[in-house]
C-alpha cells in the first residue's frame, strides 16, 4: 500500500519495459542495452563503477553476475581494496583485476576512462558501447562469433 501512496505503483513493471523516464541523466543505459543485447553467456561474470551496479544489476539478472554493488559497507575491507587498487590503477591492479574472472566491464566514462583504456590496451578486451555516460568492454574470448553460437 505504502508503495502506490509514494508513487511507485509501477515498481513490478517488466525489466524490459522499464520506465526509462524516470532515469537521471548518469544513467549507464545505453553501456547496459549492449551488454543486454550482446550475446553473452548467462553467468557473465559484470565489473562495474559501484555507483552503476546497482542499475546494472537491476538490468541484467538474472543472466548476468554483477560483482560489485553499492553495499560496500558490508564488503570485506580486503574486497573494498581490490577495487579501489583496480580502479585507481595502482600497482598489481590488472593481477586483481584477473582474479574476479569478470568477462564485461561497465564503466563511469568521466571516473574510469583510464581503467577502460587501460584493459583495451591489454589486447584482451573489445569495446561493446561508449557513451556520455559510460563504456561497456567486453572480453574478446567471451562473445561467440556466429558460427560458434551454434
Known amino acids: 500500500m505504502a508503495c502506490c501512496v509514494l508513487g ?9 519495459n522499464k520506465p526509462q523516464r524516470r532515469l537521471g541523466p548518469k544513467t549507464p543505459i545505453g553501456a547496459t542495452d549492449a551488454l543486454t543485447a550482446a550475446d553473452m553467456p548467462i553467468g557473465t561474470r559484470v565489473f562495474t563503477s ?9 538490468r541484467t539478472w538474472p543472466e548476468h ?11 570485506a575491507p580486503p574486497e573494498w581494496q581490490r577495487y579501489l587498487t ?9 593481477q586483481r583485476f584477473e582474479e ?11 571516473r574510469h576512462s583510464q581503467l577502460a583504456q587501460a ?13 556520455e555516460v559510460a563504456i561497456a568492454l567486453v572480453q574478446k574470448q567471451s562473445v561467440a562469433e556466429p558460427a560458434e553460437r551454434r
Open 86 to 94: 583496480i580502479t585507481r590503477l595502482e600497482r598489481g591492479w590488472l
Open 119 to 131: 584493459l583495451e590496451q591489454t589486447g584482451d578486451w573489445q569495446l561493446m558501447s561508449a557513451d
Open 8 to 16: 511507485l505503483s509501477n515498481f513490478g513493471e517488466s525489466r524490459f
Open 65 to 75: 553476475r554483477v560483482l560489485l554493488t553499492s553495499h560496500v559497507h558490508l564488503l
Open 100 to 110: 574476479l574472472k569478470a568477462t564485461a566491464v561497465v564503466l563511469d566514462i568521466r
Open 50 to 58: 559501484y555507483e552503476f551496479a546497482d542499475y546494472v544489476l537491476w
